[in-house]
């Protein structure tokens, strides 16, 4: 009966490594956040090794995310990072929601939610591991576009509106 259920979960992990999301790779920059913003040399670097991975439409894979399901977690991880903030698309979207990317960006260093722990933990990232030093970077690098957009767009064009919709019924 054991060998039974091994023998079938060994098919199992041997069918899904067929099964294999899209990879993260059209490294399309047209949008990127550097076309707009001044980007200091160490804040490139620190964005290249510690966030595009999941905060862009490039991602340096390791060797393990050609293990199923492993593959599965890490696109998943990617596809959410993305959907919350992404550089290579930032100057697509309106002031607003620039303004407050950054804004979040800021925030995200600074109770140390960014990068997550579960990317650095273990070792499997140790370039995302941020000195203080390096968030320091990030953060002065957020707060000096921030003061930019407000020194160059009306003040109410960097507030995000949430969409108007129809009035509560009663």
């Known amino acids: 009966m054991v060998k039974k259920i091994l023998l ?3 098919i199992v992990l041997i069918l899904i490594q067929f099964i294999r999301p899209e990879k993260n790779l059209s490294d399309d920059r047209t949008y990127d ?4 913003y001044a980007m200091p040399e160490d804040v490139k670097g620190i964005l290249q090794v510690a966030c595009n991975d999941c905060h862009s ?3 340096e894979y390791p060797w393990y995310s050609n293990i199923q399901p492993v593959a599965w977690f890490l696109n998943d991880h990617v596809v959410d ?13 309106p002031i607003a929601y620039q303004n407050h990317k950054f804004e979040e960006t800021i925030e ?22 941020l000195s203080e030093e390096q968030k320091q970077s990030l953060i002065s690098w957020a707060e000096t ?3 930019f957009l407000k020194a160059s767009n009306p003040p109410d064009s960097l507030i995000m509106r949430r969409p108007q919709g129809p009035p509560p019924s009663k």
Request: proline fraction near 4%; hydrophobic fraction near 30%; glycine fraction near 10%.
């Open 33 to 36: 956040v550097s076309t707009k």
């Open 81 to 93: 990072g993305k959907r919350h903030l992404n550089f290579s698309n930032f100057t697509s979207r």
């Open 145 to 147: 576009n921030m003061a």
């Open 57 to 59: 439409n490039k991602t």
């Open 108 to 129: 995200m260093i600074k109770e140390d939610e960014m990068p997550l722990a579960s990317y650095t933990n273990f070792g499997l990232h140790p370039g995302a591991k």
């Open 8 to 10: 079938g979960l060994g």
